[in-house]
């Protein structure tokens, strides 16, 4: 369809910019990714069995490279569900990393940030409605219902096909025994 041709770029477009810019400057991202780093990596290392890594640099690196690599895929509708979905699970921490307006004291300042999480927010939402588009086929879900019902209509048929063969088969071995008794 032309519209998902066309909004599919215009939504990426944002990530593959932001991607780039912060992969060729990461360091202006870092002390807004600290805490949230921290947090995750803290919360990590208390379920995971293996130590995650602290480097802050190297986690917005990773970051950026989703971005930039979810985002190609999706403008290009490639993979459009899961690219969809990997942005919007990049997109979480980024924003509560960078736009942290509860901190901000400035009416300006804080107006600003209220402003790019609510922005980010609103990425967010069409992203998830990308990633469950299913173009207008139906879904997996949707197939595998279906599937189930028809698996059972089908047993049940042959279950009573079966019931009435079974019933035949007894009342002719019925007569035959009438016959021999006979």
Do not use: C
Not at 4 to 16: E, G, K, Q, Y
Not at 68 to 79: N, Y
Not at 149 to 178: D, F
């Amino acid at each position: 369809m032309l519209v998902r041709r066309l909004a599919r770029p215009l939504l990426a477009s944002s990530f593959i910019y932001g991607g780039i810019d912060t992969l060729r400057n990461p360091e202006s991202r870092v002390p807004g990714a600290a805490p949230i780093i921290e947090q995750i990596a803290g919360l990590a290392d208390k379920q995971l069995p293996v130590h995650v890594p602290r480097d802050v640099e190297q986690w917005v690196k990773i970051d950026a490279a989703v971005k930039v690599a979810a985002g190609t895929l999706f403008a290009l509708g490639k993979f459009p569900r899961v690219s969809a979905l990997l942005l919007a699970g990049s997109t979480v921490p980024t924003t509560l990393a960078g736009h942290r307006f509860w901190e901000h004291d400035d009416p300006k300042e804080r107006f600003g940030q209220l402003s790019h999480f609510l922005k980010n927010l609103g990425l967010l939402g069409g992203l998830l409605i990308a990633a469950v588009d299913t173009e207008g086929k139906p879904s997996v879900g949707f197939r595998a219902k279906r599937t189930a019902e028809m698996a059972v209509a089908g047993a049940e048929a042959s279950y009573e096909k079966a019931s009435k063969k079974a019933a035949k088969a007894q009342k002719r071995a019925a007569k035959q025994a009438k016959k021999i008794k006979s």
